[in-house]
């Protein structure tokens, strides 16, 4: 009987368009040595028939009904079942880079990790039907990349590691701490304990700074699209919180509460558009909820401020202020980008980022009735690529353009390099403004 390196485990709801893909990109791993747990919770839409054909041309593939729709109960099935030395977990929307599980488990075995993780990319498909990735990092610097460490001890990682499924899990660690997902039948985030508990006992880590895991992030049925984030957000940190509460563990307590706060701050974007899948009702009380244990968190120095960057910072502190606050700031401040960048019409309007916020601006901007002329970016793999039908050229290419530009800067983490290069180029501060 072969040796088992690598269990990985794919949990299907009604994903045949996907389906295919995601078995496809693990049936093909350079890693031979896999088994292949596809778990379905009751798909009517044809997963399963497509399943069931991939099953039949390998053999490594085991098939396994599921009678909760719950991806948590879903993914601890397949960890119960696993027979790999190391376990994954590959969300069936989604596909792997075919050395992924490969360079993960090299990792892994050769310091006896208790996980190894990667980076991912983002992937969305164009109208054209080409697919743009954009590379995400787990963290702002190359300190924690490429060395084994306690993940406990370094309050980056609480911020940084966000997935599960970026990487693999030795299968003796989980079952001797008792490591599971929370089964909440029709919830989402059920990874958010498991990453906790995973960052906080084990002893041995690494993150490896390559990017292996494609993430799909425009599935329309994707549980982050689904307008009820700070209601899964809830779920799980209530559970962790009630779980945690009395043992006093403050190491603990830093790890979830940043983590926490993070969560809050990303499930709260997009409430101005108002709160979708959720009732007022519901939405102030898990609202209040993180609001009043992040304040309390602060005041105790239990979340530290250094491991955000500073504009994120500063919409925690708005969140924490009032919903109210919040909202009137952020009105404010795409008021001023509306003020800069003229009526509709009158000026082009240049999006300086092709990346995750650069498209999130190209979405907004389309819902004010602006048009975009161009996306300009310094990759320049991209320039002569189109993104939501918008061509990408090089910031030097834009300068050739006729008329009066506008630009509007959509980048996370650079966006004051970006204003000084435009600067440098010769654009006006009256004609520069920025998204997030």
């Given at each position: 009987m072969m040796e088992i390196k690598v269990s990985v485990i794919l949990p299907s709801l009604n994903v045949k368009d996907y389906i295919e893909e995601a078995v496809n990109s693990v049936m093909g791993q350079t890693l031979k040595e896999i088994e292949i747990l596809c778990i379905d919770a009751g798909s009517e839409d044809g997963t399963w028939e497509i399943l069931s054909q991939?099953?039949?041309?390998?053999?490594?593939?085991?098939?396994?009904?599921?009678?909760?729709?719950?991806?948590?109960?879903?993914?601890?099935?397949?960890?119960?079942?696993?027979?790999?030395?190391?376990?994954?977990?590959?969300?069936?929307?989604?596909?792997?880079?075919?050395g992924m599980y490969e360079r993960l488990y090299q990792e892994a075995v050769s310091a006896d990790c208790d996980y190894v993780k990667?980076?991912?990319?983002?992937?969305?498909?164009?109208?054209d039907g080409k697919r743009t990735f954009f590379r995400r990092y787990s963290f702002q610097t190359d300190n924690l990349y490429g060395k084994v460490i306690e993940p406990a001890i370094y309050p980056a990682v609480a911020v940084g590691d966000w997935y599960l499924w970026?990487?693999?899990?030795?299968?003796?660690?989980?079952?001797?701490?008792?490591?599971?997902?929370?089964?909440?039948?029709?919830?989402?985030?059920?990874?958010?304990?498991?990453?906790?508990?995973?960052?906080?006992?084990?002893?041995?880590?690494?993150?490896?700074?390559?990017?292996?895991?494609?993430?799909?992030?425009?599935?329309?049925?994707?549980?982050?699209?689904?307008?009820?984030?700070?209601?899964?957000?809830?779920?799980?940190?209530?559970?962790?919180?009630?779980?945690?509460?009395?043992?006093?563990?403050?190491?603990?307590?830093?790890?979830?509460?940043?983590?926490?706060?993070?969560?809050?701050?990303?499930?709260?974007?997009?409430?101005?558009?108002?709160?979708?899948?959720?009732?007022?009702?519901?939405?102030?009380?898990?609202?209040?909820?993180?609001?009043?244990?992040?304040?309390?968190?602060?005041?105790?120095?239990?979340?530290?401020?250094?491991?955000?960057?500073?504009?994120?910072w500063i919409?925690?502190?708005?969140?924490?202020?009032?919903?109210?606050?919040?909202?009137?700031?952020?009105?404010?401040?795409?008021?001023?980008?509306?003020?800069?960048i003229g009526p509709p019409g009158e000026y082009a309007v240049i999006i300086f980022g092709s990346g995750h916020y650069g498209c999130e601006a190209c979405k907004w901007l389309k819902k004010q009735e602006y048009g975009v002329a161009y996306f300009i970016d310094n990759n320049r793999e991209l320039w002569g690529t189109k993104i939501n039908g918008i061509e990408v050229v090089s910031p030097q290419e834009?300068?050739?353009?006729?008329?009066?530009?506008?630009?509007?800067?959509?980048?996370?983490?650079?966006?004051g390099a970006m204003k000084q290069q435009l600067?440098?180029?010769g654009v006006s501060e009256k004609d520069i403004c920025i998204y997030v």
């Amino acid at each position: 009987m072969m040796e088992i390196k690598v269990s990985v485990i794919l949990p299907s709801l009604n994903v045949k368009d996907y389906i295919e893909e995601a078995v496809n990109s693990v049936m093909g791993q350079t890693l031979k040595e896999i088994e292949i747990l596809c778990i379905d919770a009751g798909s009517e839409d044809g997963t399963w028939e497509i399943l069931s054909q991939l099953a039949e041309v390998d053999e490594r593939i085991i098939l396994c009904h599921s009678d909760v729709k719950s991806y948590g109960y879903q993914v601890n099935m397949g960890i119960s079942m696993a027979r790999g030395e190391y376990i994954a977990i590959l969300e069936t929307d989604d596909y792997a880079d075919s050395g992924m599980y490969e360079r993960l488990y090299q990792e892994a075995v050769s310091a006896d990790c208790d996980y190894v993780k990667s980076d991912y990319f983002l992937c969305r498909t164009e109208a054209d039907g080409k697919r743009t990735f954009f590379r995400r990092y787990s963290f702002q610097t190359d300190n924690l990349y490429g060395k084994v460490i306690e993940p406990a001890i370094y309050p980056a990682v609480a911020v940084g590691d966000w997935y599960l499924w970026t990487g693999i899990y030795k299968r003796k660690f989980l079952t001797d701490y008792h490591i599971r997902l929370s089964e909440t039948p029709g919830a989402a985030y059920q990874d958010i304990g498991f990453i906790f508990q995973t960052n906080i006992t084990a002893k041995k880590a690494l993150y490896v700074k390559e990017a292996y895991y494609r993430y799909r992030v425009d599935r329309e049925g994707a549980s982050a699209n689904s307008g009820r984030g700070l209601e899964y957000a809830y779920q799980e940190f209530f559970q962790l919180y009630e779980r945690m509460k009395d043992k006093g563990d403050h190491a603990a307590f830093c790890v979830f509460y940043s983590r926490m706060a993070k969560s809050f701050i990303y499930c709260c974007e997009g409430m101005e558009e108002g709160h979708t899948e959720i009732d007022d009702i519901k939405w102030s009380a898990y609202y209040e909820w993180f609001q009043y244990r992040l304040k309390a968190a602060l005041a105790q120095g239990m979340v530290d401020k250094t491991l955000f960057r500073p504009d994120v910072w500063i919409k925690l502190e708005d969140l924490l202020i009032s919903e109210a606050y919040y909202l009137e700031k952020y009105r404010a401040h795409k008021r001023k980008i509306a003020d800069i960048i003229g009526p509709p019409g009158e000026y082009a309007v240049i999006i300086f980022g092709s990346g995750h916020y650069g498209c999130e601006a190209c979405k907004w901007l389309k819902k004010q009735e602006y048009g975009v002329a161009y996306f300009i970016d310094n990759n320049r793999e991209l320039w002569g690529t189109k993104i939501n039908g918008i061509e990408v050229v090089s910031p030097q290419e834009i300068k050739t353009k006729d008329g009066i530009k506008k630009y509007l800067i959509a980048n996370e983490m650079h966006s004051g390099a970006m204003k000084q290069q435009l600067q440098r180029m010769g654009v006006s501060e009256k004609d520069i403004c920025i998204y997030v």
